[in-house]
C-alpha cells in the first residue's frame, strides 16, 4: 500500500482532539471545585452559568476560593509534565533526525489516547480529581503537543524549501487553528446535549484514529536502511542524538549562534506571554461578571483560533512584502493589542473583540521557526526543532506556574492584571528583534550552509 507524505492529518486530528479536551478538563476540574466549595450542585441557564456577583454574599467568596483553587490545579498539571516531557522532547527530536520522525508524532498521539480514557474513567466513575496526576505524569514520558509539533516541523522542514518554510510552517499553524476552533465550537453544544463522558469518549475515537494513520498511511520523511541501524549500538545511538543537539552550536560561526540563540530568546518570551494569558482565559469567562456558560465558551474559544486562520493569510501576503523580522513584529503588536483591550474586558462583546484585535498573533511562531530553520544544515532539522520544542515546553509550562500564580493572587482586586503582564512581557522580543534589524544578519547564509555542506560530501 502506498503511504503519503502528509504530515496535515496527524496535526489536524491531534488538534481537533486535544485543544477541545483541555478546555472540557478545565471545565470539569473547576466545576467540580465549585461544588465541593459551595456544597451545592453546578447549573448553567440561559446564556450563564451559575455565578455569584454580589460581593457580599458568602457565595461568591466561595466561587473566587474555587478560582484561585482550579488555577493552582492546572499549575500542578503543568509542573507534573515539565522535566519529562522536555527530557523527551529533546531525545526523540535528536532521534528523529537519524531515523525518523514518525515515531515524535507517534507517541504524544498514543499519550494523548491515554489521557482522554483517563479523563473519561474520571468523569464516568467520578472519581477524585486528584487521580488525573497519574495519567499525566505517565503522558509525560510518551512526550506532547510540543513533542509532536516539534516532529511535525521538522517533518515540513524535511519537505520544503527555503522559500516554502514560511508558508507551510504558517499552514501548520492554520489547521491547529481551524481544527481546534472546531473542536472547541462542538464541545461546547456536546457539553451542553450529553455531559462529559461522551464528548472525552469521541475525543478518545479521534486519537485511535489518528493512530492508525500514523502506523498505516504516513510515510517516512527521514529514510534510513534497515542495515545501518542494526550496525549501531544503542549507547553509540544516544551519543549520536546528543551530539546531533549540540552540534547546533559547535558547526555554526558566531554570528550563526548569536542569531539562533537570540531568536529562541524571543520565541520563548512571546511564548510565555501568549500561553500564559491563553490558558487563564477559561477561567476569566468563567468569573464574574461575565460569567459565561460552555456554549459561549465554545464560541469564545472558536473565535479565539480564528487568528490561526488569519495568520496564516497574513504570513503569505506580508512575505511577499516584508522582512521575516517585520511580519514578527506585526504579529506582537496585535497580540498586545488584544492584551490590552482585555484587561477592561467586562461585557461579553469586548470579550470577543479581543480575540479579533489579536487576528495576527500567531504569525510569530511560524515565522520564527522558519528564521531559525533557515539559519542550520537540513540534517539538523530535527535537532533544530527539538530544542524549539523544548523551548515552547518551558515556556508553557513557567507560563503555566507564573500566570495561574499570579491570578490566583490577584483574582479579587484586578483580574486583568495576568493580561497587563503578558502585554508587558512582549518588550523582550520587541528590542531583540530591533536589534536583529540593527545588526542584520545575512539571511541568504541558509543557502551558504546547504552549498558547504554539499561541497565537503
Known amino acids: 500500500m502506498k503511504r503519503l507524505f502528509l504530515v496535515e492529518p496527524v496535526v489536524a486530528l491531534y488538534s481537533l482532539a486535544n485543544i477541545a479536551v483541555y478546555l472540557l478538563v478545565q471545565q470539569y476540574i473547576y466545576i467540580r471545585?465549585?461544588?465541593?466549595?459551595?456544597?451545592?450542585?453546578y447549573v448553567a441557564n440561559g446564556n450563564h452559568s451559575q455565578c455569584?456577583?454580589?460581593h457580599s454574599d458568602p457565595v461568591y467568596v466561595k466561587q473566587q476560593v474555587a478560582q484561585g483553587l482550579s488555577s493552582q490545579y492546572f499549575m500542578y498539571m503543568s509542573l507534573i509534565q515539565f522535566i519529562p516531557g522536555l527530557v523527551v522532547t529533546f531525545f526523540l527530536g535528536a532521534y528523529s533526525d537519524r531515523y525518523g520522525r514518525r515515531l515524535s508524532l507517534l507517541l504524544p498521539t498514543i499519550g494523548s489516547l491515554i489521557s482522554s480514557l483517563a479523563f473519561l474513567a474520571v468523569s464516568y466513575f467520578s472519581w477524585s480529581i486528584y487521580f488525573l496526576f497519574i495519567p499525566v505524569a505517565f503522558v509525560a514520558f510518551l512526550g506532547g503537543f510540543t513533542t509532536l509539533f516539534g516532529g511535525a516541523f521538522?517533518?515540513?522542514?524535511?519537505?520544503?524549501?527555503?522559500?516554502?518554510k514560511n508558508m507551510r510552517m504558517a499552514l501548520l499553524d492554520m489547521i491547529v487553528g481551524v481544527m481546534g476552533g472546531i473542536g472547541v465550537l462542538a464541545s461546547g453544544y456536546f457539553l451542553k446535549a450529553v455531559g462529559f463522558n461522551w464528548p472525552f469518549l469521541t475525543i478518545s475515537l479521534i486519537n485511535f484514529a489518528n493512530i492508525v494513520y500514523i502506523i498505516f498511511f504516513l510515510e517516512e520523511s527521514v529514510q534510513?536502511?534497515?542495515?545501518?541501524?542494526?550496525?549501531?549500538?544503542?549507547?553509540?545511538?544516544?551519543?549520536?542524538?546528543?551530539?546531533?543537539?549540540?552540534?547546533?552550536?559547535?558547526s555554526?560561526?558566531?554570528?550563526?549562534?548569536?542569531?539562533?540563540s537570540m531568536l529562541l530568546l524571543a520565541f520563548t518570551t512571546f511564548g510565555l506571554a501568549e500561553f500564559g494569558a491563553a490558558g487563564l482565559f477559561t477561567?476569566?469567562?468563567?468569573?464574574?461578571?461575565?460569567?459565561?456558560?460552555?456554549?459561549?465558551?465554545?464560541?469564545g474559544s472558536a473565535t479565539g483560533l480564528i487568528p490561526f486562520l488569519l495568520s496564516f493569510v497574513g504570513v503569505?501576503?506580508?512575505?511577499r512584502y516584508l522582512q521575516d523580522t517585520f511580519i514578527v513584529l506585526i504579529g506582537i503588536l496585535s497580540f498586545v493589542g488584544g492584551m490590552i483591550l482585555a484587561i477592561f474586558a467586562t461585557t461579553t462583546l469586548l470579550m470577543f473583540l479581543v480575540r479579533l484585535v489579536s487576528l495576527f498573533a500567531v504569525m510569530p511562531f511560524p515565522i520564527l521557526r522558519s528564521m531559525m530553520s533557515k539559519s542550520v544544515l537540513p540534517k539538523d532539522q530535527g535537532a533544530l526543532f527539538a530544542c524549539i520544542a523544548c523551548l515552547?515546553?518551558?515556556?508553557?509550562?513557567?507560563?503555566?506556574?507564573?500566570?495561574?500564580?499570579?491570578?490566583?493572587?490577584?483574582?479579587?482586586?484586578?483580574?486583568?492584571?495576568s493580561f497587563l503582564l503578558a502585554a508587558c512581557l512582549c518588550f523582550i522580543p520587541v528590542c531583540i528583534l530591533c536589534f536583529l534589524l540593527w545588526w542584520k544578519p545575512q539571511e541568504d547564509d541558509y543557502t551558504k550552509l546547504i552549498t558547504n555542506e554539499d561541497c565537503s560530501s
Do not use: H
Request: hydrophobic share 35%; charged share 20%; net charge negative.
Open 33 to 41: 471545585i465549585w461544588e465541593r466549595e459551595t456544597n451545592s450542585s
Open 316 to 319: 503569505t501576503l506580508f512575505s
Open 224 to 250: 534510513v536502511s534497515r542495515n545501518e541501524q542494526d550496525q549501531v549500538s544503542g549507547c553509540e545511538n544516544f551519543r549520536e542524538i546528543l551530539s546531533g543537539i549540540l552540534i547546533l552550536y559547535t
Open 252 to 260: 555554526s560561526d558566531f554570528t550563526k549562534r548569536v542569531q539562533i
Open 283 to 299: 477561567l476569566y469567562e468563567l468569573n464574574t461578571p461575565l460569567c459565561w456558560n460552555e456554549i459561549l465558551i465554545g464560541y
Open 392 to 417: 515552547e515546553n518551558l515556556s508553557g509550562t513557567v507560563s503555566a506556574a507564573i500566570f495561574n500564580s499570579v491570578y490566583a493572587a490577584t483574582v479579587e482586586k484586578f483580574t486583568g492584571f
Open 52 to 54: 455569584y456577583q454580589n
Open 154 to 164: 521538522a517533518y515540513v522542514a524535511d519537505m520544503s524549501s527555503s522559500k516554502q
